[in-house]
């Protein structure tokens, strides 16, 4: 589906914030960026540089709506906002030092985790992981949005997420207690599959809800995902240049990384930091998408869309599971990284289809990419 078919409302901070968070009146606020060299937040420096978009974005549409307006509209106290150092990986652990606007130093778990409510991170990393950690610890709640761009703001902010969530849980009621899930690849004529266990557990969903205790939501949201007990085959894996290799997985890791095509020396410097490090391999969630929604070029907001799905490796604490940042070897490697399917992001890997299979009966999930008659059948209940 195509942007010109969808519609959405126009973006609003107070909705957006008003229903994901219902304030209880009178909660501060604050907005964490990242940045090259934070101390560019100084009087806002780092507006001067336009590589910034994302934390460009996190000034002009969050900090200063909350500032001239929005904030008050849904009870909330204002909102001030701090840069922390880039961490280069998606959920890596966060560093301690932040700087604010008065270009003065502070320390996130001293001066930012204890004394606000509710904490946006507008980022170009994810930080879900490390946030939710400190969430459960200093009793705040919160959203990550990182790599926003226009189309995310024009869409997938855009949404009411009382409806997300209605429609995630019709979809997670339609896979929990799974058994298992196959998904079938093609690439240049071959076929491969790959099987996860999930071991009866209950499917979550990231719905964008986050209305009571110390959480995190995740922004854009809508998705129904699993945290894998095993898993055993083979599958295409796609590198951000292109190059492609196949993954060999079993006991639940990627155990090898098999060259196809592009930069070899790529898939040879994977296969090693499997080697060395092998809880960079472990598979920590398989997902799949349950809004209707436009290419963004973000996985973000990508992953969301209703007929992609996506495996993740590495850590998988913020989602229930068991991968920790102490388990590797390497600080710089606990990383939860997603490896998304859909036709945009990976045009040369086909799904014929995934399947669930669930108390001796089996249920086409996905078939090329677009929900099945079963998944449709479960939103229409």
Not at 242 to 255: F, H, K, N, P, W
């Amino acid at each position: 589906m195509t942007t010109e078919t969808l519609s959405f409302p126009t973006f609003s901070l107070s909705k957006l914030l008003g229903t994901v968070f219902r304030p209880k009146g009178g909660e501060r606020m604050c907005i964490l960026i990242d940045l090259d060299n934070p101390q560019d937040i100084a009087e806002f420096g780092f507006l001067n540089d336009p590589a910034n978009s994302v934390q460009r974005h996190a000034y002009e549409v969050f900090y200063e709506g909350l500032r001239n307006g929005d904030a008050a509209d849904i009870g909330l106290q204002g909102a001030e906002m701090f840069a922390y150092k880039k961490v280069g990986g998606s959920n890596l652990d966060l560093p301690d030092a932040c700087w604010g606007p008065d270009g003065k130093q502070y320390s996130l778990e001293q001066a930012v985790y204890p004394n606000f409510d509710i904490i946006l991170c507008i980022s170009t990393y994810s930080a879900t992981a490390p946030l939710t950690a400190f969430a459960k610890e200093y009793g705040f709640r919160g959203a990550t949005m990182h790599g926003m761009n226009d189309v995310i703001l024009s869409s997938g902010l855009c949404v009411d997420y009382e409806a997300v969530s209605e429609e995630a849980e019709k979809l997670r009621l339609g896979m929990t207690r799974a058994d298992a899930v196959e998904m079938d690849f093609e690439l240049d004529g071959e076929h491969y599959t790959l099987r996860l266990e999930l071991g009866k557990q209950e499917a979550q969903k990231s719905h964008g809800l986050c209305q009571g205790g110390p959480d995190i939501a995740n922004l854009p949201a809508g998705e129904v995902y699993f945290v894998p007990t095993g898993g055993e085959g083979e599958f295409p894996f796609r590198y951000e240049d292109g190059t492609l290799a196949i993954m060999e997985v079993s006991g639940g890791y990627i155990r090898d990384a098999r060259f196809v095509r592009g930069d070899e020396a790529l898939v040879n410097a994977h296969q090693e930091k499997l080697k060395s490090d092998p809880k960079t391999g472990e598979i920590g969630e398989l997902g799949f998408g349950t809004q209707v929604l436009p290419v963004s070029g973000q996985d973000i907001q990508d992953e969301k869309i209703r007929g992609t799905f996506h495996v993740a490796t590495g850590r998988s604490d913020h989602l229930g599971g068991n991968i920790t940042p102490d388990q590797f070897k390497n600080p710089l490697n606990a990383s939860h990284d997603d490896i998304l399917y859909a036709p945009t992001k990976t045009p040369e890997i086909a799904a014929p289809q995934v399947r669930l299979y669930r108390d001796g009966e089996v249920h086409v999930l996905i078939e090329h990419y677009e929900t099945s008659a079963y998944l449709n059948e479960c939103l229409a209940d």
